[in-house]
């Protein structure tokens, strides 16, 4: 049955509707098309019906037109709406491998994200990152994983690698649209390409990384040999590259060797340690590998052999560089051969602990031979000698594997030597014990009572710093906020932090009892604060409040505003005052920023402010930066009093 004038009429229709039925009668259009509907009128009573109308409304006096074409109308929408039909010409065939699949997702709800992926500018980050945590399935539809693929060379790097991840996390669906057009001789895009591929698919992809390699440059390269770590049939390549790469492809061919578990790479190790220990050590660092292990902690006990043999053997920039290797490569690695390497570090106590000579400008100088534990700092507590600084390797350890052996090993040895052998012993009770019994366990070992120190003000607290360093709340959870640093990432096109270590218990009110007790320590202490009803937190709002108005203090003021806040605390009266008068100084440039986070009016911040004004002119408090604008004080104060 031919349809076209029932179409006919509809658009005549919609047209009157929007004229206006002033000239109905003279619309010859819609005579025409109700013309050329009466031959279907008789097919069917719906058709005879709309005929009917046709004939009704063209006849009506103007005034009854508006109600009959309205009516009219709808009921030929609805004949028009039955007929539709979906479809295109052509066989209908599935959507090859890899492309994504279908969503039931409107085109309009891509849009943003698809637009985000193909096109530049700013803003572009945000929105697909919204979109992996909102929608993570728009990601697998057809339209959109081509476009994250192609995205893996969007020019601005960060939102390349955020896409990098996000494919990473769909698992191995998308590796045959990482295959097409992939160009071995590219750059960063094809590398990340690689790296996507070798983490989700693994060795099942062996026989491309292979295929791809001899003609494959810097950094796919890079990529390419790395990859080739997951299949153990490929060690003797591996041996190979790293006699025939140079720089960076060699440390990837030694990182890819460093992680497996095969006879010929463990005698490439012994051959290479032979010639450069340290070099061989720096290529284990965070693995995993059985063999590594064994390697690594048979070296150190070489070392440790070498000094009970000497004890005062000389130190020099070598022995320096090849311990400081030794024991970073040590670090979260596990099994009975690693608890006998800390054990036998323990047994040397301070014997390392001395300076050691190194040659600068042509001559010989000496200094202290200490290692960095809480990253390349100038603070003094981050370079700690020999036997403070592999206490802080065992706790490490500890914090990214929670491993049995190492946490029975940290609690061995904090009973056996004390002094730094406490705090991984107290880690290990913090991740892995109930928050009652990790609190029982650091009041046993940093009180008084239990006689391992000799400076024991000083020794606790640094025990207890080392123990809470980077722990603090965050999202719902207690979270280590450290990371171990992996060397390999160093040849990764890109890279995703390891997970921060989360406590599975909050910890026991011992431990703010503690922090208050030794003192000093105001910023741990304000790291752990979270919405709780406990009696300790009035202790803790009424420490925070003397700390902060007593005496120069390791917070800032905001800080401990935010803390007392948590802490439900209510007395703000003079706040501010005692607080400058406690810092002897105040800053013109922070005074608003300061007072903003006061939870009081704006004319108790005036009063405040106006007090402190008066301090400074009266010489009683210093000015920072030597800057003070009168003028601009009082325009402050009048703003908080108008509030």
Same mark, same amino acid.
């Given at each position: 049955?031919?349809?076209?004038?029932?179409?006919?009429?509809?658009?005549?229709?919609e047209?009157?509707?929007?004229?206006?039925?002033?000239?109905?009668?003279?619309?010859?259009r819609?005579?025409?098309?109700?013309?050329?509907?009466?031959?279907?009128?008789?097919?069917?009573?719906?058709?005879?019906?709309?005929?009917?109308?046709?004939?009704?409304?063209?006849?009506?006096?103007?005034?009854?037109?508006?109600?009959?074409?309205?009516?009219?109308?709808?009921?030929?929408?609805?004949?028009?709406?039955?007929?539709?039909?979906?479809?295109?010409?052509?066989?209908?065939?599935?959507?090859?491998?890899?492309?994504?699949?279908?969503?039931?997702?409107?085109?309009?709800?891509?849009?943003p994200?698809?637009?985000a992926?193909?096109?530049?500018?700013?803003? !572009? @980050? %945000? /929105?697909?990152? +919204?979109?992996?945590?909102?929608?993570?399935?728009?990601?697998? *539809?057809?339209?959109?994983?081509? #476009?994250?693929?192609?995205?893996?060379?969007?020019?601005?790097?960060?939102?390349?690698?955020?896409?990098?991840?996000?494919?990473?996390n769909?698992?191995?669906?998308?590796?045959?649209?990482?295959?097409?057009?992939?160009?071995?001789?590219?750059?960063?895009?094809?590398?990340?390409?690689?790296?996507?591929?070798?983490?989700?698919?693994?060795?099942?992809?062996?026989?491309?990384?292979?295929?791809?390699?001899?003609r494959?440059?810097?950094?796919?390269?890079?990529a390419?040999?790395l990859?080739?770590?997951?299949?153990?049939?490929?060690?003797?390549?591996?041996?190979g590259?790293?006699?025939?790469?140079?720089?960076?492809?060699?440390?990837?061919?030694?990182?890819?060797?460093? !992680? @497996? %578990? /095969?006879?010929? +790479?463990?005698?490439?190790?012994?051959?290479?340690?032979?010639? *450069?220990?340290?070099?061989?050590? #720096?290529?284990?660092?965070?693995?995993?590998?059985?063999?590594?292990?064994?390697?690594t902690?048979?070296?150190?006990?070489?070392?440790?052999?070498?000094?009970?043999?000497?004890?005062?053997?000389?130190?020099?920039?070598?022995v320096?560089?090849?311990?400081?290797?030794?024991?970073?490569?040590?670090?979260?690695?596990?099994?009975?051969?690693?608890?006998?390497?800390?054990?036998?570090?323990?047994?040397?106590?301070?014997?390392?602990?001395?300076?050691?000579?190194?040659?600068?400008?042509?001559?010989?100088?000496?200094?202290?031979?200490?290692?960095?534990?809480?990253?390349?700092?100038?603070?003094?507590?981050?370079?700690?000698?020999?036997?403070?600084?592999?206490?802080?390797?065992?706790m490490?350890?500890?914090?990214?594997?929670?491993?049995?052996?190492?946490?029975?090993?940290?609690?061995?040895?904090?009973?056996?030597?004390?002094?730094g052998?406490?705090?991984?012993?107290?880690?290990?009770?913090l991740?892995?014990?109930?928050?009652?019994?990790?609190?029982?366990?650091?009041?046993?070992?940093?009180?008084?009572?239990?006689?391992?120190?000799?400076?024991?003000?000083?020794?606790?607290?640094?025990i207890?710093q080392?123990v809470?360093?980077?722990?603090?709340?965050?999202?719902?959870?207690?979270?280590?906020?450290?990371?171990?640093?992996?060397?390999?990432?160093?040849?990764?096109?890109?890279?995703d932090?390891?997970?921060n270590?989360?406590?599975?218990?909050?910890?026991?009110?011992a431990?703010?009892?503690?922090l208050?007790?030794?003192?000093?320590?105001?910023?741990?202490?304000?790291?752990l604060?979270r919405?709780?009803d406990?009696?300790?937190?009035?202790?803790?709002?009424?420490?925070?409040?003397?700390?902060?108005?007593?005496?120069?203090?390791?917070?800032?003021?905001?800080?401990?505003?935010r803390?007392?806040?948590?802490?439900?605390?209510?007395?703000?009266?003079?706040?501010?005052?005692?607080?400058a008068?406690?810092?002897?100084?105040?800053?013109?440039?922070?005074i608003?920023?300061?007072?903003?986070?006061?939870?009081?009016?704006?004319?108790?911040?005036?009063?405040?402010?106006?007090?402190?004004?008066d301090?400074?002119?009266?010489?009683?408090?210093?000015?920072?930066?030597?800057?003070?604008?009168?003028?601009?004080?009082r325009?402050?104060?009048a703003?908080?009093?108008?509030?």
């Open positions: 049955m031919n349809l076209q004038p029932l179409y006919d009429v509809k658009s005549r229709l047209q009157a509707a929007i004229a206006g039925t002033g000239l109905l009668g003279e619309d010859f819609l005579q025409r098309a109700a013309e050329g509907l009466k031959p279907l009128a008789g097919a069917s009573p719906v058709f005879g019906k709309i005929d009917a109308g046709l004939d009704k409304l063209l006849a009506a006096p103007a005034a009854a037109r508006t109600g009959l074409l309205l009516d009219l109308l709808a009921l030929v929408d609805a004949v028009a709406y039955t007929q539709g039909k979906t479809g295109a010409p052509g066989d209908l065939v599935p959507l090859s491998a890899g492309n994504g699949q279908y969503q039931e997702t409107a085109y309009s709800q891509l849009h994200l698809l637009e992926l193909t096109t530049t500018g700013g803003g !572009r @980050m %945000e /929105t697909i990152r +919204s979109a992996w945590e909102n929608h993570p399935a728009f990601f697998t *539809d057809y339209r959109v994983l081509p #476009a994250l693929v192609a995205g893996l060379g969007d020019s601005y790097g960060e939102i390349a690698d955020q896409n990098a991840k996000i494919v990473k769909l698992g191995s669906a998308a590796v045959p649209l990482l295959k097409k057009g992939f160009n071995a001789a590219g750059k960063k895009e094809m590398a990340r390409r690689v790296q996507v591929m070798e983490e989700t698919a693994g060795a099942a992809e062996n026989a491309w990384y292979l295929e791809q390699l001899p494959a440059k810097k950094p796919v390269r890079q390419l040999i990859a080739l770590r997951h299949d153990a049939a490929n060690a003797q390549t591996l041996i590259l790293c006699q025939t790469e140079k720089k960076e492809c060699r440390q990837a061919a030694q990182f890819a060797l460093a !992680r @497996m %578990e /095969t006879d010929e +790479s463990r005698a490439y190790w012994e051959t290479l340690a032979q010639k *450069d220990m340290g070099g061989a050590a #720096a290529a284990m660092r965070l693995s995993s590998a059985r063999t590594a292990a064994e390697m902690a048979g070296w150190f006990l070489q070392m440790v052999e070498r000094v009970k043999e000497n004890p005062d053997m000389p130190l020099d920039a070598e320096f560089g090849l311990l400081g290797r030794l024991r970073t490569a040590m670090e979260c690695k596990t099994g009975p051969e690693v608890c006998a390497a800390f054990r036998a570090a323990a047994s040397l106590g301070a014997a390392l602990d001395r300076d050691y000579t190194y040659e600068e400008n042509g001559k010989t100088k000496t200094g202290p031979m200490r290692f960095y534990c809480r990253g390349a700092t100038t603070d003094p507590d981050s370079q700690r000698y020999f036997s403070a600084a592999m206490p802080f390797t065992l490490r350890s500890i914090q990214f594997t929670r491993d049995g052996g190492l946490c029975a090993l940290a609690g061995e040895l904090a009973e056996a030597c004390g002094g052998w406490i705090a991984p012993a107290l880690c290990a009770a991740l892995t014990e109930d928050s009652e019994t990790a609190g029982q366990r650091a009041k046993e070992l940093l009180r008084p009572k239990f006689k391992l120190f000799g400076r024991k003000d000083t020794d606790t607290r640094v207890l080392d809470l360093w980077g722990l603090c709340w965050h999202e719902g959870h207690y979270v280590y906020m450290v990371y171990a640093h992996d060397p390999a990432n160093s040849v990764k096109a890109f890279f932090h390891e997970e270590p989360v406590l599975t218990r909050e910890p026991d009110p431990w703010f009892e503690l208050m007790e030794t003192g000093g320590l105001d910023t741990a202490l304000m790291n604060l919405p709780m406990h009696p300790v937190m009035d202790k803790v709002g009424k420490y925070l409040y003397l700390r902060a108005t007593h005496g120069k203090n390791s917070g800032g003021f905001i800080q401990y505003v803390a007392l806040i948590q802490c439900g605390w209510k007395d703000w009266d003079g706040f501010f005052v005692k607080y008068q406690a810092q002897g100084e105040v800053s013109y440039y922070s608003q920023t300061m007072l903003n986070e006061l939870p009081v009016s704006g004319k108790e911040k005036a009063a405040q402010l106006r007090t402190v004004n301090l400074i002119g009266a010489k009683r408090i210093r000015v920072q930066h030597g800057r003070w604008p009168d003028a601009q004080i325009q402050i104060i703003q908080w009093e108008n509030e």
